[in-house]
């Protein structure tokens, strides 16, 4: 490692406000580059978020660093609190467009006890009982960690826990026996709940047959706890260069040379935390070793108290129904009812009107009364699935200062901020007895046919729903 570099930890005067380049629905990261400045998609969460925190303008001319982040989502920003934080280091975070401009801004705002897309049974199949005892600690602290920083920001947190609720009859004995895990094994107090229990203390889901309660989650509004975040690292010294996209990288006199339109980042270490928005060979210790999948949202227009009493919406608790392809729903602090599910397979195509229409139905047949309620705000985003459906927060090669963390599956409103603290922790050299779980000391798995994976996909989708919905 050199030692001649010198880092200026003072924070330069902010470069002029950079145009803001119009917001591209059709971004599609397999075919897609990472794009430069472009505005926020028009999320319900952008529109109602306030004034954005000021950042560090655009990347003007070649810089050095200690320690650099690619990506300003919850990850990236939750890393470079706990380096400023931590171990006295002020990061420097790149971001393509706007600041907390993908997952980050579009997801349902969802906080669970949860990362990936396996249940806790699946873990004790796939690596044993004590593997995945360990694992659920580790997941635990870290949803104890995140509700410590969402009780520092305002960003109109809606506890209560979490519904997983039965859309078919066949459905309960799945959940039951997860509740049985959950409370046997890991000592949760996860509770069954009939279809009438489920109707007089929650909501009158026309589809839900009874539901799984988890006394561990907390909905939010995800860009609040973000700009909340993004104030809290600058105020402790944290760069955030947005309009910055990194367009490659390479090794340079035992550094890392990162290759931005505007200049040279030279960094000692670097973590990459860009979720579903990582661009095809940015990185080739990540090419093929996510599967971006496209995620729609819709919020309806504020609803009347007649309207609420009308569709059995009696709490603020979010949801999540049975199917593979699942439907994710809550009633808002302010009174709009959210829902979200599967889109199109590629960016070209996010835009057709049938992707919003299958929201719509699938609100519809919840909640019939509410068919032809008003959709105010309509958007969607790449999830980052990893190929074992598991995430990693990883050094992929140990003979390069490059980090990773990345394929929470949908579920990385909460684990991203234990993910960023173990990304800081790591790249800081820190040892200790989490290293040693799935998560954290493999790389992510490619997969043989990753070049065919839309056509994959495609198939799978068409098996997901024969399956949710008539087998």
């Not at 999948?293 to 108290?305: A, E, F, K, P």
């Amino acid at each position: 490692m050199d030692t001649h570099m010198s880092f200026d930890t003072s924070r330069p005067a902010p470069a002029a406000a950079p145009r803001v380049n119009a917001y591209n629905p059709t971004y599609d990261p397999l075919v897609s580059p990472p794009g430069q400045g472009q505005d926020y998609a028009p999320t319900y969460w952008v529109a109602t978020a306030g004034t954005p925190p000021e950042d560090d303008g655009p990347i003007q001319g070649d810089v050095d660093a200690d320690v650099v982040i690619v990506g300003s989502g919850f990850t990236g920003l939750s890393a470079a609190l706990t380096l400023a934080r931590d171990f006295g280091v002020r990061a420097l975070v790149l971001e393509a467009n706007r600041a907390v401009w993908g997952c980050t801004s579009r997801n349902g705002g969802q906080g669970q006890n949860a990362s990936g897309r396996l249940y806790r049974s699946q873990w004790i199949a796939r690596w044993g009982m004590d593997t995945a005892k360990r694992l659920d600690a580790e997941i635990r602290e870290g949803f104890e960690y995140w509700k410590s920083l969402v009780a520092q920001v305002d960003c109109d947190a809606q506890p209560g826990g979490h519904l997983y609720t039965a859309h078919r009859q066949k459905k309960m004995a799945f959940l039951a026996n997860e509740a049985q895990v959950m409370r046997d094994v890991f000592g949760y107090d996860a509770r069954m709940l009939s279809q009438a229990e489920l109707r007089e203390r929650y909501v009158h889901d026309h589809e839900a047959v009874g539901a799984m309660h988890e006394p561990d989650g907390v909905g939010v509004h995800p860009l609040k706890l973000a700009y909340g975040y993004l104030r809290q690292a600058r105020a402790l010294g944290v760069r955030v260069h947005p309009s910055s996209p990194v367009l490659g990288w390479r090794r340079d006199n035992g550094v890392i040379a990162l290759q931005t339109p505007s200049g040279v980042v030279r960094a000692r270490r670097v973590a990459f935390a860009t979720g579903g928005y990582t661009a095809q060979g940015v990185n080739p210790l990540l090419d093929n070793r996510i599967m971006p999948v496209l995620s729609n949202s819709m919020v309806t227009r504020v609803l009347t108290d007649a309207e609420r009493e009308a569709a059995g919406l009696k709490s603020t608790v979010f949801i999540t129904d049975t199917r593979t392809l699942r439907f994710y729903y809550r009633l808002l602090p302010d009174g709009r009812m959210q829902i979200g599910s599967r889109s199109a397979l590629r960016g070209a195509d996010a835009q057709h009107p049938r992707h919003l229409a299958l929201l719509r139905e699938g609100l519809a047949r919840k909640f019939p009364s509410l068919r032809d309620v008003e959709v105010a705000y309509s958007w969607w985003g790449w999830v980052d699935v990893s190929h074992d459906m598991m995430p990693r927060v990883t050094q992929p090669d140990p003979a390069q200062p490059v980090y990773y963390a990345f394929g929470y599956g949908g579920n990385g409103v909460a684990f991203s901020a234990q993910a960023g603290k173990r990304l800081a922790q790591r790249m800081m050299g820190k040892d200790g007895a989490p290293w040693n779980l799935p998560i954290y000391d493999t790389p992510l798995p490619g997969h043989l046919f990753a070049p065919f994976r839309r056509l994959g996909q495609g198939l799978l989708y068409r098996w997901y729903h024969l399956r949710d919905e008539l087998l």
